[in-house]
């Protein structure tokens, strides 16, 4: 499909505001999307992503702030005069119409002539690889072939920004890792601005250039997947991007201020990450420990032991009686007692009284 000419250097949300009853539901949300870039607003329920991306589609009217597409101030343009491209989780397909004349029916509304729609919706059909499931109606379409639709018709636009929220929610786990895919191919075909709403870390770090981490209708960290998963910002952070085990201890040297340095808590070394009182939470991921002798070796008692392929992911128990997750690639059996270790870099040090992530996603 040739590259669209809608194409933007950016849009920027300007301290965008929105409550519902004077309850804010997204507060002073400042963020700049380059064109092409794919940007993903990641949280737990609740924490205002949708209302961020109705905001953006002009779907709901905002509180305070402003955004701006280029030079063009476009919050106070009406949604259908945005151009914006849309795919939810219910596909809001017509089911009277056939896959073409879904693709083709905002085509038809901008009165594109019929050839060049015809052309249009080809290129479409072939990029969801649909082109053989043109002449059927949604009903004889699977889940996942009706999410393509879908993508087909907003992207048949050439839209200047692609906004999705939760796309893949409604598909089963085999289909959603085929989707995440295709969603994946067709951005790098068409290069398309597109912001993707999701609550699940591992969707938001496989396809986006960029995440926003919001909690309670604000922003914890904006970053690159790398960033955001090996130097979370705060706990809330770390907590919802798999930093399971969590040890809440007393500093023993190295409180105070800055972040970067070294700190010990009783027999863990770690890595402050911010200022530190005198009580503190070690942050550690499954994946972070080894099996055997090593830095901040402690000995455990291995209670359950889940087989994943070449891995176990296994809960132990510390001699001071925490849980302790570990991924394990040795087998483990419950009732053996291990030593494990983990390098202090690893060990993300947060204030005590830092927030955490909902214990669902941890
Ligand atoms: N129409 C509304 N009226 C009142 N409160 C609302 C409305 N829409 C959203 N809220 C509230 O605003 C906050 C943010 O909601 P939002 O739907 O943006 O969250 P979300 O992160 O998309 O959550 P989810 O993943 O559950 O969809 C929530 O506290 C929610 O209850």
Redesign the pocket.
């Known amino acids: 499909m040739t590259r669209p000419d809608t194409r933007i250097s950016e849009l920027r949300l300007d301290k965008v505001s929105r409550g519902?009853?004077g309850v804010p539901?997204l507060e002073g949300l400042d963020l700049t999307i380059r064109g092409g870039e794919f940007v993903a607003l990641l949280?737990p329920?609740?924490?205002?992503?949708?209302?961020a991306l109705n905001c953006l589609a002009g779907l709901l009217p905002l509180s305070g702030g402003s955004i701006w597409l280029d030079e063009r101030r476009i919050d106070t343009v009406p949604p259908e005069q945005r151009g914006f491209g849309m795919v939810f989780q219910n596909y809001a397909l017509f089911p009277h119409m056939s896959v073409r004349a879904n693709i083709a029916f905002g085509l038809r509304m901008a009165s594109v002539a019929k050839a060049e729609s015809r052309r249009r919706v080809d290129e479409a059909l072939s990029l969801v690889q649909l082109g053989d499931h043109a002449a059927k109606f949604p009903g004889q379409l699977s889940g996942g072939q009706q999410q393509r639709v879908a993508i087909a018709r907003a992207i048949v636009m050439e839209p200047a920004l692609v906004l999705m929220d939760e796309p893949l929610s409604n598909l089963d786990a085999k289909l959603r890792l085929e989707m995440r895919t295709e969603i994946k191919r067709i951005h790098q075909t068409l290069g398309l601005t597109t912001v993707y709403?999701t609550?699940d870390q591992e969707e938001a770090l496989s396809l986006a250039d960029r995440l926003v981490l919001l909690r309670d209708?604000r922003v914890q960290q904006v970053g690159t997947p790398e960033e955001v998963y090996t130097e979370p910002a705060n706990r809330f952070v770390a907590g919802f991007m798999g930093y399971r085990n969590e040890f809440e201890l007393p500093v023993t040297s190295g409180s105070g201020a800055g972040a970067g340095k070294s700190v010990v808590l009783g027999d863990l070394t770690g890595t402050r990450r911010e200022d530190l009182g005198e009580t503190a939470v070690a942050a550690i991921r499954p994946e972070d420990f080894t099996v055997g002798d090593g830095p901040n070796a402690m000995e455990v008692d291995v209670e359950v032991v889940e087989y994943q392929g070449r891995e176990q992911a296994v809960q132990a128990r510390t001699a001071a009686g925490a849980p302790l997750h570990l991924r394990a690639a040795a087998r483990l059996a419950p009732g053996d007692r291990v030593t494990v270790s983990v390098p202090p870099e690893r060990v993300l040090v947060f204030a005590a009284e830092s927030p955490a992530a909902p214990a669902e996603v941890s």
């Open positions: 519902f009853g539901a949280g329920s609740g924490c205002g992503k949708s209302t709403v609550h209708g």
